[in-house]
């Protein structure tokens, strides 16, 4: 049987917290009234040993240790403390993750009685909620993706603001979205992407940036464009049980995204591994990077570089298209200190936290009158987030997809995908990996 924290508790925690205002082992290693949070992102740290003094402030009783560690090294530690029972009492969770620790009974439920659910973004609770019934997490931020873009790039091109706002694209010639990545794209003998006498084999700036193919989800690599397609990643969402890479619109989607690698307007695979998308754009080696709103400051932080951010290009239906993605914070099965996780967990859910993490303008907030603060707060730093915000205003959006089997499902689609950005496969081969993925299904 599953264990239950009570809500009523963990609420009646963020009340008087309201009136109010590292490091650390794992959970199974405290019962002396400390409980360990770990993070993966190093930008949001501030915000939460924040969140976390000003907690501990209010209940003397309970201290809470955050601890970051970077995402390539994060999920590993995880894994390994439940199993070794180190785990942290509290941990942000991701949406392809939470559903095999559910399955391997490594979460607690969450009672969400006097929870105010409708006070975040629509539909960001109800990911958390297992098949089971049972809630798995309060939700702490949302992302959007958008386009970010070197000005003085697109200005030496001739390309204004106006044009990158209003893209359009399709899978049989790109639309404006490729003319403009084949006219920022340049050689190193000054030639353009679209001019006669290019050199696909030696190039300067690339048009598109690439981090990498994207396994199953390419949430900003090609889900906003397999999004405008009409295309699903599951036959439901969420809980889905069958994948459709098999599906035409997606392998047409994926056909013209490597096709650009032929092209010479975006870089081949093997020349990304071990670099950083973000860091080659600063050293003006991409002029568009396509990329998650948790990525801002990374982008308008590079010296010597205006950034603009545009939308995400209108597809062949008509509208533009986001994979809405939503972490949250969930409490390990075998903490010590339950009720006191609870209550932790409830404060991060809470205005309370998210107002402080909001005037960071690192992220946007789960909770929607923190969300304003945000866009305010990146507003007086002179970033325009409109792009990551209007998806969710214009419901352009469609939800991460959660199923189980996450982490197989990327063993089968990374190799697969990556033999097509690499030129070793046609994208129909995909149907053949969409078969291994619905198998384990069966």
């Given at each position: 049987?599953?264990?239950?924290?009570?809500?009523?508790?963990?609420?009646?925690?963020?009340?008087?917290?309201?009136?109010?205002?590292?490091?650390?082992?794992?959970?199974?290693?405290?019962?002396?009234?400390?409980l360990?949070?770990?993070?993966?992102?190093?930008?949001?740290?501030?915000?939460?040993e924040q969140?976390?003094?000003?907690?501990?402030?209010?209940?003397?009783?309970?201290?809470?240790?955050?601890?970051?560690?970077?995402?390539?090294?994060?999920?590993?530690?995880?894994?390994?403390?439940?199993?070794?029972?180190?785990?942290p009492?509290?941990?942000?969770?991701?949406?392809?993750?939470?559903p095999?620790?559910?399955?391997?009974?490594?979460l607690?439920?969450?009672?969400?009685?006097?929870?105010?659910l409708?006070?975040?973004?629509?539909?960001?609770?109800?990911?958390?909620?297992?098949q089971?019934?049972?809630r798995?997490?309060?939700?702490?931020?949302?992302?959007?993706?958008?386009?970010?873009?070197?000005?003085?790039?697109?200005?030496?091109?001739?390309?204004?603001?106006?044009?990158?706002?209003?893209?359009?694209?399709?899978?049989?010639?790109?639309?404006?979205?490729?003319?403009?990545?084949?006219?920022?794209?340049?050689?190193?003998?000054?030639?353009?992407?679209?001019?006669?006498?290019?050199?696909?084999?030696?190039?300067?700036?690339?048009?598109?940036?690439?981090?990498?193919?994207?396994?199953?989800?390419?949430?900003?690599?090609?889900?906003?464009?397999?999004?405008?397609?009409?295309?699903?990643?599951?036959?439901?969402?969420?809980?889905?049980?069958?994948?459709?890479?098999?599906?035409?619109?997606?392998?047409?989607?994926?056909?013209?995204?490597?096709?650009?690698?032929?092209?010479?307007?975006?870089?081949?695979?093997?020349?990304?591994?071990?670099?950083?998308?973000?860091?080659?754009?600063?050293?003006?080696?991409?002029?568009?990077?396509?990329?998650?709103?948790?990525?801002?400051?990374?982008?308008?932080?590079?010296?010597?570089?205006?950034?603009?951010?545009?939308?995400?290009?209108?597809?062949?239906?008509?509208?533009?298209?986001?994979?809405?993605?939503?972490?949250?914070?969930?409490?390990?099965?075998?903490?010590?200190?339950?009720?006191?996780?609870?209550?932790?967990?409830?404060?991060?859910?809470?205005?309370?936290?998210?107002?402080?993490?909001?005037?960071?303008?690192?992220?946007?907030?789960?909770?929607?009158?923190?969300?304003?603060?945000?866009?305010?707060?990146?507003?007086?730093?002179?970033?325009?987030?409109?792009?990551?915000?209007?998806?969710?205003?214009?419901?352009?959006?469609?939800?991460?997809?959660?199923?189980?089997?996450?982490?197989?499902?990327?063993?089968?689609?990374?190799?697969?995908?990556?033999a097509?950005?690499?030129?070793?496969?046609?994208?129909?081969?995909?149907?053949?990996?969409?078969?291994?993925?619905?198998?384990?299904?069966?």
């Amino acid at each position: 049987m599953k264990r239950r924290v009570l809500g009523v508790t963990a609420a009646a925690a963020v009340a008087a917290l309201a009136l109010t205002s590292c490091s650390g082992g794992g959970g199974g290693e405290s019962s002396d009234g400390t409980l360990n949070y770990w993070l993966w992102d190093a930008n949001q740290l501030p915000a939460y040993e924040q969140c976390a003094a000003d907690f501990n402030e209010a209940n003397p009783d309970i201290t809470v240790k955050v601890t970051q560690t970077g995402w390539d090294d994060y999920w590993s530690k995880l894994t390994n403390g439940m199993a070794s029972g180190t785990a942290p009492d509290v941990f942000t969770d991701h949406l392809a993750k939470y559903p095999d620790f559910v399955k391997t009974d490594q979460l607690l439920a969450l009672d969400d009685e006097g929870i105010d659910l409708d006070q975040y973004a629509e539909g960001l609770a109800d990911l958390w909620v297992g098949q089971d019934g049972e809630r798995y997490g309060l939700p702490k931020d949302w992302d959007t993706v958008a386009l970010f873009y070197n000005k003085a790039m697109t200005a030496e091109a001739g390309i204004t603001d106006e044009q990158m706002a209003s893209l359009t694209w399709n899978p049989d010639d790109g639309g404006t979205y490729e003319d403009v990545i084949a006219h920022l794209t340049v050689d190193k003998n000054g030639k353009r992407g679209d001019e006669a006498g290019f050199d696909k084999d030696n190039v300067a700036v690339y048009g598109l940036g690439l981090q990498d193919s994207g396994q199953g989800m390419g949430q900003t690599q090609w889900s906003f464009l397999t999004g405008t397609t009409g295309w699903t990643h599951t036959d439901t969402n969420p809980w889905g049980t069958h994948y459709n890479y098999d599906d035409e619109r997606f392998q047409d989607t994926i056909t013209w995204w490597a096709g650009l690698i032929d092209k010479g307007y975006m870089p081949k695979l093997e020349t990304t591994v071990g670099a950083s998308v973000n860091d080659n754009f600063g050293a003006g080696k991409a002029a568009i990077n396509s990329n998650g709103s948790w990525m801002i400051n990374t982008y308008t932080g590079y010296d010597g570089v205006e950034v603009g951010i545009a939308p995400t290009p209108v597809g062949p239906e008509g509208k533009r298209s986001s994979m809405f993605n939503g972490l949250a914070d969930s409490i390990w099965v075998g903490t010590k200190q339950p009720e006191a996780a609870a209550e932790w967990v409830a404060y991060l859910g809470s205005a309370a936290c998210q107002d402080v993490v909001a005037e960071k303008s690192v992220v946007f907030p789960a909770i929607l009158t923190s969300t304003e603060i945000a866009a305010k707060a990146f507003a007086d730093k002179g970033i325009d987030v409109t792009p990551f915000t209007q998806q969710v205003a214009d419901k352009t959006t469609f939800l991460f997809p959660i199923t189980e089997n996450a982490a197989k499902i990327d063993g089968i689609m990374k190799p697969a995908m990556d033999a097509v950005l690499a030129g070793q496969a046609d994208a129909d081969s995909l149907t053949a990996a969409n078969e291994q993925v619905n198998a384990l299904f069966e």
